[in-house]
C-alpha cells in the first residue's frame, strides 16, 4: 500500500511553530518514525505552503500509484473550497488530520471545506494523528 502525507500552508514550521499546540517534534523526525512503524507501505510526503501545489499534488495522487492521501491543510481546511473540490474531483481515498483538536480553538476553525469529501477525520492527537490515519487503512 502506498500512502501520500500531504502538509499544508506552515507545516514545515513544525518543531518551532507554536509548539505549545503542535509539539516541538520536527515533521522530516516524525516522518523517519512513521517509516519505521509501517516497513510494509511505501509512504510519500510532500509540503507546500501554497494551495495550487497542493491541488496539483492531489490531482497527480492516482497517476502517481497512492491508494490514499492524509491530508493535512493546514488553514486551508476552514478556506479552501478549491482544495474541497479537488478532494471531491479525485478517486484516491483521502483522510482528513489535524494535530490539534480544532473543535476546542477559534470558531474559524470549526468549519472544514475538505472533511465532507474526506473518508475520516483525525483531529486532536498530536502528530499521532497522522499515525490514527494510517493504521484506519490497514
Ligand atoms: C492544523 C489546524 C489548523 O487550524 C491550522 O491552521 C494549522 C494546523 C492542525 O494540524 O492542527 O495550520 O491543521
Not at 471545506?113 to 492527537?125: D, N, T
Amino acid at each position: 500500500m502506498k500512502i501520500l502525507i500531504l502538509n499544508g500552508p506552515n507545516l514545515n514550521l513544525l518543531g518551532t511553530r507554536e509548539p505549545e499546540i503542535y509539539g516541538s517534534q520536527t515533521f522530516d523526525e516524525y516522518f523517519s518514525e512513521l517509516q519505521f512503524k509501517f516497513q510494509e507501505m511505501e509512504l510519500g510526503y510532500f509540503q507546500s505552503n501554497s494551495e495550487g501545489a497542493l491541488i496539483d499534488k492531489l490531482h497527480m495522487a492516482q497517476k502517481e500509484g497512492f491508494d490514499a492521501v492524509v491530508c493535512n491543510a493546514g488553514a486551508f481546511t476552514h478556506t479552501s473550497i478549491a482544495i474541497g473540490d479537488a478532494v471531491a474531483g479525485i478517486s484516491v481515498p483521502v483522510i482528513e488530520v489535524h494535530i490539534s483538536n480544532v473543535m476546542n480553538r477559534e470558531e474559524f476553525r470549526h468549519v472544514s471545506y475538505i472533511s465532507k469529501h474526506c473518508k475520516g477525520v483525525i483531529s486532536g492527537f498530536g502528530l499521532k494523528s497522522y499515525e490514527l490515519a494510517i493504521n484506519s487503512m490497514l
